[in-house]
Every structure is written in structure tokens, then in C-alpha cells.
């Protein structure tokens, strides 16, 4: 039996993998901004849930909800910072209020819960951190420079991370899902007034992204089982058939341009 402590469970990935683990009989700290959302696990799961009112960008209330769920349950297994949403924009359209808006909940927000819950991982000599990232957080598309800029961020502090919690028996991962049918794109998400010399950078994404098949939440819940049930689990791993087929091409590509200036590369030592 594991104890799970969750950010952004009223819906999406977030609530299809809380609802994953209470079915095999796992403890669940489930987070949401209004905690009405998670009144269908209380109703099902009972005392096997601990529903937390918590908005994510106030530092005090995620290490205060940590600190609930560890002396509610007496421990943590696995910490979850799935909770952000998408900011659509292109990066001369984005307000300073949305950026900094951004940043606090996709980055800071993550930081926060994993400051709040290493001490008691340590303490434990065990534990695993899971990052929600995103395809976006290794790939950059059109309009989505600062939602990329959060993940991007993401993966750079939990890479350090998992080096510096590695001798304590603590394990990171970043989950990179490509598209999915959640609501990321939808009520969730905030769109920046827009500038119409852009609509044909919109009009493009829109005419790649209908190509792209998306995949089924529900089924991401087996795979997380799977991950944190695993001895030795990925540092990333990538979610959904649009993210394996992407890196394919993207990291070559990468790899041949980095070849081609290479020699000018080395220059620069002088």
C-alpha cells in the first residue's frame, strides 16, 4: 500500500490516477482549488482520501497541506505536482500578469510541494517525486513560448533534483505526455489578447494540431501504476504515441545542427 499525495485532482490526469490507486487500495492526498471537485472520491473511496483546498502558488499552503498528509497518513510514497494549465499566446501578445501567472503556477508551484515534501522523503529513506511536464517541455511550439518556458524550467530544477536526492533512496520523474484528451486546451487554459499579424501563426498550429490523434486520460493511469511500482524507474518517459513519434525526429535534427557548427562551437574557447 502506498500513500499518494496529488496536486490538481479535480480532473484530468490528475483525478483518473488518484482514482487509480484508491481502486487498488492505496492512501490518496488529493489537492484541488475547490475541494467540491473531490467530493465523488470521498463518496466512493471514504477515509482513504484526504481531500486539501489548495491553491498551488501560495508557498505556505502547499508545505502546510505536506505536512497534513504526512501526519494524517504517517507517510508518502509518491508526490505528484500534476497541477497547471496551458497560457496561449505568442510571446509579443503575453501580458506581464499572465507571464508572472504562468510561472508561479507551473514552476513555482512544483518547487514549492517538492521543497515541502523532501524532509519527510529523507526522513523516510524513500519516495518518489513525479514531475508532470509535458511533449512542450522538451519540444517548442508557435504561441506557446511561456507555457514551454514553465516546463522547460520544470525539467531543469528536477533533473538537478533527482542527482541530489538520489543518495537518500528518493526517485524523480518527469512525464512528457503529447496530446491528450483533458481540458489543458480548453476552460483550463488562459488565451492572451491577440494581435491579428499573428492569425497565420495561429491558423498553421491549428492545421498541425487537427492532424494530431489524442489520447485516451484513462489509459495513462495503468502506465503511472506501472511507473511507481517500478525499482528503477525512468527519469523521463514520454506519455502517448504523438511524444515517442516527435523526439524521433526533433533530437536528430538537434544532434545535426550542433554538427554543422561545430567547428565554430569550438572556437569560442579561443
Do not use: C
Amino acid at each position: 500500500m502506498k500513500v499518494w499525495f496529488i496536486t490538481g485532482t479535480s480532473r484530468g490526469f490528475g483525478k483518473e490516477w488518484a482514482t487509480a490507486a484508491l481502486k487498488r487500495g492505496d492512501k490518496v492526498a488529493a489537492t484541488a482549488r475547490n475541494i467540491d471537485t473531490l467530493n465523488d472520491l470521498v463518496d466512493k473511496f471514504g477515509d482513504s482520501v484526504l481531500p486539501i483546498s489548495l491553491d498551488v502558488t501560495d508557498r505556505a499552503a502547499d508545505f502546510a497541506a505536506v505536512k497534513q498528509a504526512f501526519e494524517h497518513f504517517g507517510r508518502l510514497d509518491v508526490v505528484i505536482n500534476n497541477a497547471g494549465y496551458g497560457l496561449f499566446g505568442t510571446i509579443e501578445e503575453i501580458s506581464e500578469e499572465e507571464a508572472r501567472a504562468q510561472i508561479e503556477t507551473n514552476v513555482f508551484g512544483a518547487l514549492w510541494i517538492t521543497q515541502a515534501a523532501i524532509p519527510y522523503l529523507r526522513q523516510q529513506g524513500s519516495g518518489h517525486i513525479i514531475q508532470v511536464s509535458s511533449i512542450g517541455g522538451v519540444a517548442a511550439f508557435p504561441s506557446l513560448g511561456l507555457y514551454h518556458a514553465s516546463k522547460w524550467a520544470l525539467e531543469g530544477f528536477s533533473e538537478a533534483l533527482s542527482q541530489e536526492v538520489a543518495p537518500f533512496g528518493i526517485k524523480v520523474t518527469l512525464i512528457e505526455p503529447g496530446g491528450f484528451t483533458t481540458d489543458w486546451a480548453g476552460s483550463s487554459s488562459i488565451h492572451a489578447k491577440e494581435i491579428s499579424a499573428y492569425d497565420p501563426v495561429r491558423k498553421a498550429r491549428n492545421e498541425r494540431w487537427s492532424s494530431v490523434r489524442r489520447g485516451n486520460p484513462a489509459a495513462t493511469a495503468e502506465v503511472v501504476l506501472k511507473l511507481v511500482d517500478s525499482d528503477n524507474p525512468p527519469l523521463r518517459i514520454l506519455f502517448g504515441n504523438f511524444a515517442s513519434d516527435l523526439v524521433k525526429t526533433l533530437y536528430p535534427k538537434r544532434l545535426e545542427e550542433w554538427a554543422k557548427w561545430e567547428s565554430v562551437s569550438r572556437e569560442a574557447d579561443g
